[in-house]
């Protein structure tokens, strides 16, 4: 597609069940994003992928939060145990390394 | 790690100029972006510096002081539709881009 691609657009789920979020970026795009935003707040970093390697995952909260890059396109944010806290929309954007990035419309996640 | 600042709020009437500052702390700069967010909506790219000086596209212009670690963004001939967050991104290094928490800009008629 012309732009970035994230399913699903919402998903509500209950406090402890796992929750996969998919990421298809821009074709060609080396670089992929995964960022975290609450009302009122600015994109909170999570995790960085140059290719198929993670170049930084300083920003996953803890050990629930893990994100994969098989193939240096497609990306999934797969959250463990899900808490009321991990509700947020979670942002994808790709960008060639060194130009501007290009976000996806995001998946609102609700943790009941 | 970045340390990134910019007002919560300002407002301004419909066809006058606004100010948006942004101040950060980084431990290697690789280039600040600006973006605009509707409300609901996802972050699209407004402007990019990485050299001091203005940048000017259209009614946007950003400027860049890299020795005081200082941005700002200026929005001239204001249109009800301006009405949006705005964020302000400092690239570092390894291509790492942190967002601070935004402005929201409230356009009035």
């Known amino acids: 597609g012309a732009g970035v691609s994230q399913t699903p657009s919402n998903k509500v789920t209950e406090k402890g069940k796992y929750v996969e979020l998919r990421c298809d970026p821009i074709?060609?795009?080396?670089?992929l994003y995964w960022y975290r935003q609450s009302l009122g707040q600015g994109p909170e970093f999570l995790i960085y992928f140059q290719g198929t390697g993670a170049a930084d995952d300083s920003g996953l909260p803890n050990d629930r939060f893990f994100a994969v890059r098989p193939e240096g396109s497609v990306s999934t944010l797969k959250i463990q145990r899900t808490e009321r806290g991990d509700s947020a929309v979670y942002l994808c954007a790709s960008s060639l390394l060194t130009g501007e990035l290009f976000f996806g419309e995001g998946s609102r996640l609700t943790v009941l | 790690g970045q340390n990134i600042d910019q007002p919560t709020e300002m407002t301004a009437t419909e066809g006058a100029i606004v100010q948006i500052n942004c101040t950060y702390q980084?431990?290697?700069?690789?280039?600040l972006f600006w973006y605009q967010q509707h409300a609901g909506e996802a972050p699209t790219f407004l402007s990019y510096n990485v050299l001091d000086g203005l940048e000017e596209k259209g009614r946007f212009s950003s400027f860049l002081s890299r020795s005081k670690g200082y941005s700002y963004l200026l929005l001239k001939e204001l249109q009800m539709k301006d009405s949006a967050s705005y964020l302000c991104a400092v690239r570092s290094d390894d291509y790492k881009l942190s967002f601070g928490a935004g402005t929201t800009v409230t356009v009035r008629a």
């Open positions: 980084t431990s290697g700069f690789n280039g």
């Open positions: 074709s060609g795009h080396t670089a």
